[in-house]
């Protein structure tokens, strides 16, 4: 069964000839939208394939040509959609870098004493680094830079997340 995840948000109409304006949610937008890419919206309980003719940045969202759309009204009807790439078009990366659907929901230990101190539960990309959010099964939720200084192993296969805590990053009050 194909898995889809999520890329972006086609948010408005652009022109009168099918481009929609669309907000990346992804750390691969140029090979996402480049031309002859594959990207699924949802109509109903079906993903439905729509083949990327063109796209460019344009202030802070992409504008994208979709070969199955040829008009404003056609492009109309496929406005506040989310768009999907599946596991299919996805490729490899590096060693060291991950998917986020990959590491939510990862059990979070202490590096040193081997204690669970949660669950991450979201990954916010502000700038820099990402910042990972930690759900602790007590206590408040706080967040940690993904960082190598903070973040010593990701373990997928044993599906847990090794860090050291730096004073002042967990209120444990």
Known sequence: MTEYYF???????HGLKGEVKVKAETDFPQQRFCPNSNLYISVGDQKVKMTVETAR????AYLVK???INDIDEANRIVNKNLYVSDEDQTDLPKGSYYIHQLIG???FDYETKTKIGILTDIEM???NDIWEITPSKGKIFWIPNISSVVKQVDLV???????LLEGLRDEN
């Open 7 to 13: 890329v972006g948000k086609i948010i408005n109409t």
């Open 57 to 60: 940045f344009h202030k802070q």
């Open 66 to 68: 979709f070969l199955q």
């Open 106 to 108: 990862l059990d979070v």
């Open 126 to 128: 502000p700038g820099a």
């Open 158 to 164: 044993n599906k847990k997340i090794e860090v050291i």
